[in-house]
C-alpha cells in the first residue's frame, strides 16, 4: 500500500451518493476504503484527527465507473492515431488518411479506424486503390467502427502471404473473418512496445479523466496478442491510474489462467457484428439474403463453460445475433446439466452485446445467472427507425434490439460497457443512452443505468462489495461539477414519488438530453488520486 492510500481524507460540503445515507454531504476514506459517509455537522467530530479535508464546494461525489468492455490498447491508437470516427463524407476520410500518412513518415504499419460508410452519403467504403493512393503505397490497416471487418492497402495484403486464399477475402469489398484477422495480426505485429505503452498510458489517462475507475480489457487471440494483455496487466499493476481486470478470449482455459485473466471470456466470438452482416440471426438480413456467421456451436460453447466452471474461472462470449444467442442459451444450459445449475450461476458467466434477445433468451439469462455485458451507446448511434439496425433488420426486427427494462424486470445483472473505441469511453453519455434508448420500451431510470455502470461492473467480476460508496468498501470514487440533482425514471408516478424527500432516494445528475453532462473534477483509486482536473 502507497503512502497516499494510508492517507485518511475528509470531504466534506458537498453531496455523497451513498444507500447508507441518501442526504449525506461527507465522506472518511482511510486505509484505500471508505471508512464512514454522513452528514456535515458530523463531520466536524472527524476534522481534526485526518491528513487531508477536500472541500467539495457543492460538488457531487460518486462510485467510479466501471467500464465492462474496453480494447484499451486500440483505444489509446484511436486517441494517438488516425480517427475517422467523425468523418463526414468518404473523400474527407481519405483525405485524413493522406495527412496523417504525411505525419507518420516512420510508422511501419499505418493504423486507423472508425470509419462507417453508412454515414456517408457516398454509402460505400473506401477502395484500395484509393487507400494506396493516399498512403503513397504505404501498409494501413483500417477496421470499421465495429472492427468486425477491415480495408487494407496493398502493401499491408503484402505482408501476409497466402491471405487471398483465406475465408473473408473480397478483392473489392472490406475484409471479413480469417482474411481480416490475419491482416489486424500482421498490422498490430508491426506496433512496437514503445508505441503500444504510449496508447495504453493515453487510453487509462482519458478513462481516469472521466471518472473510470476500473476497465475489463477484453482481449484474445483474435482481437490483440499476448504481449498486449501482459503489459498492459503490468503497467497497470504498476503505475497509478484505473484498475485494469482482463479477460483473454480462448478457449485454451489453462492458457487464460496463465496469462492473468479473471476469465476465459470477453470477445469470444460466436458470431460478428450486425453491421459488417456477420452477426448470426435466425432469419436473413433485411438488406442481404444471408443468416451472418457462426463462429462457435452449442457444443463449443458447453464445452467451454464446463472447463472454465471446474476450473474456477468465468467463461463469456460474444454475443450479438438472436441465433447466437440461442447459442450461447443452448450451450450454457448443456453445461449445467453436466457440473449443476448451482455452479454454473455462482460462476456470473457472461454474454457481451447481447443485442437481439427474446422472451425466451431473456428468461434464460435469469435461469442460468449470466450477465449480459451490453453497450447503450450501440443504440444511440445505431438505433431508431432510420438507423443502422434497421436498415440491417428492417424496423420491427430493430426495435427489438437492446431491450434493457426487460432484462432488469427479469433479473438479469446488466454491466454497461463502451467496447471503446468502437463508441468512445463515456460514462455519463451511456447512462443517457440507456435512460432515453431510441425504443422507449426498453428504457431504464437513470439510477439503474448508474448502477449498471457502478456496482454492476464490479458484479460482473464476481464482487459484491464494491461499486459503492458504503462503510469497508473500496475508495474508488469520482468528484464531479454538476447541476441540480434529480430522479430521473420512464414511468412518471415513478419519477414524482421519487423526488419526494420522504422516498429517501439518493438524486443524480440530470441527463435529458442536450443537457449539459457531469465535468469530472478527480478520480480516486483505492484512496489514490489518479486524475485532478487542472486548476481546480
Known amino acids: 500500500m502507497t503512502e497516499s492510500e494510508h492517507r485518511t481524507v475528509l470531504l466534506r460540503g458537498g453531496d455523497v451518493h451513498s444507500p447508507a445515507d441518501p442526504f449525506a454531504t461527507a465522506m472518511v476514506v482511510e486505509r484505500g476504503h471508505v471508512a464512514w459517509v454522513g452528514s456535515e455537522g458530523a463531520a466536524d467530530a472527524f476534522a481534526s484527527g485526518v491528513d487531508e479535508v477536500i472541500d467539495l464546494d457543492g460538488a457531487l461525489v460518486t462510485p467510479a465507473f466501471t467500464d465492462a468492455h474496453v480494447h484499451t490498447t486500440a483505444t489509446g491508437l484511436a486517441l494517438t492515431g488516425l480517427d475517422l470516427s467523425d468523418t463526414r463524407t468518404l473523400a474527407e ?19 486507423g479506424q472508425g470509419w462507417d460508410a453508412a454515414r456517408w452519403p457516398e454509402q460505400r467504403p473506401p477502395s484500395r486503390t484509393e487507400l494506396d493512393e493516399a498512403t503513397g503505397g504505404r501498409p494501413l490497416y483500417l477496421p470499421r467502427v465495429d472492427v468486425h471487418s477491415a480495408v487494407v492497402t496493398t502493401a499491408l495484403l503484402d505482408l501476409v502471404p497466402g491471405v487471398t486464399e483465406l475465408p473473408g477475402y473480397h478483392p473489392d469489398q472490406p475484409l471479413t473473418a480469417a482474411a481480416h484477422h490475419a491482416v489486424r495480426a500482421a498490422a498490430h505485429a508491426a506496433v512496437t512496445p514503445g508505441q503500444r505503452a504510449e496508447a495504453q498510458r493515453a487510453a487509462l489517462r482519458r478513462a481516469a479523466s472521466l471518472g473510470i475507475g476500473t476497465v475489463h480489457e477484453c482481449a484474445g487471440p483474435e482481437i490483440s496478442d499476448e504481449d498486449d494483455f501482459t503489459a498492459l496487466l503490468a503497467l497497470a499493476a504498476a503505475e497509478p491510474g484505473p484498475r485494469v481486470v482482463g479477460y483473454w478470449a480462448d478457449t485454451d482455459v489453462k492458457r487464460a489462467q496463465a496469462l492473468g485473466a479473471l476469465g476465459a471470456a470477453g470477445d469470444l466470438f460466436v458470431d460478428g457484428s450486425l453491421g459488417s ?13 444471408h443468416t451472418g456467421t457462426a463462429h462457435l456451436d452449442a457444443a463449443a460453447v458447453a464445452a467451454h463453460v464446463t472447463a472454465c466452471t471446474e476450473a474456477g474461472l468465468q467463461a463469456g462470449f460474444h454475443a450479438i445475433g438472436d441465433a447466437a444467442v440461442s447459442t450461447v442459451v443452448e450451450g450454457v444450459r448443456a453445461a449445467a446439466e453436466t457440473v449443476g445449475l448451482a455452479r454454473v450461476r455462482a460462476a456470473r458467466h457472461r454474454v457481451e452485446h447481447a443485442e437481439m434477445l427474446t422472451p425466451e433468451t431473456i428468461a434464460a439469462f435469469a435461469e442460468l445467472g449470466l450477465t449480459a455485458s451490453v453497450q447503450p451507446a450501440f443504440d444511440a448511434a445505431w438505433g431508431g427507425e432510420d438507423g443502422m439496425y434497421a436498415q440491417r433488420l428492417g424496423a420491427e426486427r430493430a426495435r427489438t434490439l437492446n431491450p434493457y427494462a426487460a432484462l432488469l424486470r427479469a433479473g438479469v445483472p446488466l454491466a454497461f460497457g463502451s467496447d471503446s473505441p468502437v463508441t468512445p469511453l463515456d460514462p455519463w453519455g451511456t447512462v443517457r443512452a440507456a435512460a432515453f434508448h431510441r425504443t422507449p420500451e426498453h428504457r ?22 464494491a461499486g459503492i460508496l458504503v462503510p469497508g468498501a473500496p475508495a474508488d470514487y469520482a468528484v464531479w461539477r454538476t447541476g441540480e440533482l434529480v430522479v430521473q425514471a420512464p414511468d412518471d408516478r415513478v419519477a414524482r414519488w421519487s423526488t419526494d424527500p420522504r422516498s429517501g432516494t439518493p438524486g443524480l445528475p440530470d441527463l435529458t438530453p442536450g443537457a449539459d453532462l457531469p465535468v469530472c473534477l478527480r478520480t480516486v483509486v483505492a484512496g489514490r488520486t489518479v486524475f485532478l482536473r487542472p486548476n481546480e
Do not use: M, N
Open 444 to 465: 431504464i431510470s437513470v439510477r439503474a443505468g448508474f448502477t449498471a455502470h457502478t456496482r454492476g461492473g464490479w458484479r460482473a467480476t464476481g464482487r459484491d462489495d
Open 93 to 111: 476520410a481519405l483525405e485524413r488518411v493522406r495527412a496523417h500518412s504525411a505525419a507518420r513518415p516512420a510508422d511501419r504499419v499505418l493504423l
Open 277 to 289: 452482416h456477420t452477426a448470426c440471426l435466425h432469419e436473413p438480413y433485411a438488406d442481404a439474403g
